[in-house]
């Protein structure tokens, strides 16, 4: 599967647990994003990351959310001291243009997470 | 600030007909437009963009037109079948895509 590959599918954690989200872009693809679809929301863009490079974090929440693309493996969406309000499904995104292109991006099939 | 939406949550259409999806947009530095298509429990699926230097592109069934004075898109879809019942995401890009709230499509026999 030459997909972009999130795991895991499905999380649950309780409120205070920390969630962390994988994403392994498409081969030959080295920039990823990652978006948030609340509930009977549209996608809210979080967060755009080349290789070891943070590019833009205008969505990111200032508090408890960070983001990692290492130079080996995947990109790590990374939420700490989870709340209710965090419930929501996690899209990782993959290009292998720089962002001003055509704007085109891979979807994976997203990352589903539940706080109790 | 939504600079993208999409007014109408839902739309239903019989099957041969044509669906018509509708998106407008606030910010003037958008130079490409996007439309994605999502099934439940699935990814979005790029379908058709436009560059915001046209004012039409078409690829099959699927016709986006665009009006940059009245900063309006719309997705044609022609004729519509069963298997386009989905959610439909018009995005515009600078930088990165900033998306509208979805349009749920239902094409019926």
């Known amino acids: 599967n030459a997909g972009v590959m999130q795991n895991p599918r499905h999380l649950v954690r309780r409120r205070g647990q920390e969630a962390r989200l994988r994403c392994s872009p498409m081969?030959?693809?080295?920039?990823v994003y990652w978006y948030r679809q609340l509930p009977e929301e549209g996608l809210k863009f979080m967060v755009y990351?080349?290789?070891?490079?943070?590019?833009?974090e205008s969505g990111m929440p200032k508090e408890r959310f960070s983001a990692e693309f290492p130079k080996e493996g995947p990109s790590i969406l990374r939420i700490q001291q989870v709340v209710r309000g965090d419930s929501a499904a996690y899209f990782c995104?993959?290009?292998?243009?720089?962002?001003?292109?055509?704007?085109?991006?891979?979807f994976g099939e997203g990352s589903r997470l539940t706080v109790l | 600030d939504q600079q993208v939406k999409q007014n109408s949550p839902s739309l239903s259409v019989q099957e041969g007909r044509i669906s018509i999806l509708n998106c407008d947009y606030t910010?003037?530095?958008?130079?490409?437009f996007l439309w994605y298509k999502k099934y439940p429990a699935e990814g979005p699926t790029f379908l058709i963009s436009?560059?915001?230097?046209?004012d039409k592109n078409e690829d099959g069934r699927f016709t986006v037109f665009l009006n940059k004075s009245a900063k309006h898109l719309s997705l044609h879809i022609v004729p519509s079948q069963p298997g386009d019942s989905a959610v439909y995401f018009c995005?515009?890009?600078?930088?990165?895509?900033?998306f509208g709230t979805g349009t749920r499509l239902q094409v019926f026999p």
């Open positions: 995104a993959s290009s292998p243009w720089d962002s001003y292109n055509t704007g085109e991006l891979f």
């Open positions: 081969k030959g693809h080295s920039h």
């Open positions: 990351l080349q290789k070891e490079n943070i590019i833009d």
């Open positions: 910010n003037s530095m958008f130079d490409y």
């Open positions: 436009i560059s915001s230097i046209k």
């Open positions: 995005a515009g890009n600078t930088d990165k895509l900033i």
